[in-house]
């Protein structure tokens, strides 16, 4: 299955979230049975890293995005481990500082973008100023409202700089929201992750499903697509976000750079140094005879 396709957001088409089921595995019956196709995934991602770094003229930046407890930190967990942090980084939005707040919302947003050669991570996004803004009214509509022009422009500078744009929403139920929230509670390793917001903002659940429907469809293009990913089931999320970004890397086109020096030249000069390294070797006393010299001092 290519969820490329399956997943995809219609630019500009109404989307309704509640026309696409959480829980759904896509035929495939357990985590047992994915984990293979997983681990291929991840391992394609890795490699794909390798070579976009050493490429040097693209990037790729993620975004995730999400309702409380749906998986954002267990997709970084699972599918960016293979990727060498030399290259990669990851940066959590949260709410903005005195000094972000001072600066055009996309300030900080575009402080983290991926330099050449690189990977961004993004675990929530700019696109928390056209949710959570939006469902709490923390600036007029008039003017979040004109965000979502503003977001496809960014993007659309990013795109035409070299940067690969994957935007996720991972989709979960709020049954299975809830779920997690207990795990949370039960679980002493877990409890430091609850927050108020967990439980307020769950109040605000048909708000945010709003609102997420509009910025989804209003800012997915071909270059810079949304996916609707199932998320109820840890293990089809992380299926279905890494074969979406392993297949995206593979179509990038990148290659190693040409080599930047004579080969010929090079070996010859190795062949060189390695005859020289041979004599110093041949000349040099073995360690056993300079110990009984000294021995012999004292
Ligand atoms: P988890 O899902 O594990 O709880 P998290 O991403 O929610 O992780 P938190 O530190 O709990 O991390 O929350 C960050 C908070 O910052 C979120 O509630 C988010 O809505 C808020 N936030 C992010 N960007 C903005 C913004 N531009 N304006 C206001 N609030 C923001
Ligand atoms: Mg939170």
Redo the contacts with the bound molecule.
């Keep these: 299955m290519d969820y490329r396709k399956q997943f995809f957001v219609s630019p500009g088409e109404k989307l309704s979230l509640a026309g696409i089921d959480p829980a759904h595995t896509g035929g495939q019956a357990s985590a047992e049975e994915a984990l293979p196709e997983i681990q291929k995934h991840v391992a394609r991602m890795a490699e794909l890293q390798a070579l976009l770094y050493a490429d040097g003229n693209q990037s790729l930046l993620v975004v995730l995005q999400?309702l409380?407890?749906?998986g954002?930190?267990g997709v970084i967990r699972h599918l960016f481990t293979g990727m060498n942090p030399q290259g990669t980084s990851v940066f959590?939005?949260?709410?903005?500082s005195a000094e972000e707040a001072a600066h055009d919302?996309l300030w900080r947003a575009h402080q983290r973008t991926p330099a050449k050669g690189e990977v961004a991570v993004f675990?929530?996004s700019h696109y928390?100023?056209v949710?959570?803004?939006r469902v709490h009214n923390?600036v007029p509509k008039a003017v979040w409202s004109k965000r979502y022009a503003l977001i496809s422009d960014f993007e659309k500078l990013l795109v035409q700089n070299g940067t690969r744009i994957l935007k996720f929403f991972l989709h979960i139920s709020p049954e299975e929201q809830l779920s997690r929230f207990k795990l949370r509670l039960d679980d002493p390793a877990r409890n430091w992750?609850i927050?108020e917001?967990?439980y307020s903002?769950r109040e605000f659940w048909s708000a945010y499903v709003s609102a997420y429907e509009e910025a989804l469809s209003k800012t997915s293009s071909k270059e810079a697509p949304w996916y609707v990913i199932p998320a109820n089931h840890k293990w089809f999320r992380n299926l279905a976000i890494s074969q979406i970004i392993a297949d995206s890397m593979q179509e990038m086109g990148l290659k190693l750079p040409p080599t930047r020096v004579d080969l010929k030249e090079i070996a010859a000069k190795y062949h060189a140094a390695e005859a020289a390294q041979e004599q110093r070797v041949a000349k040099t006393p073995k360690p056993a005879d300079r110990t009984e010299k000294r021995g012999g001092k004292a």
């Design positions: 999400a409380d407890a749906a954002k930190d959590g939005f949260k709410q903005p919302f675990n929530r928390e100023d949710l959570v803004v923390l992750k927050s917001g967990d903002e």
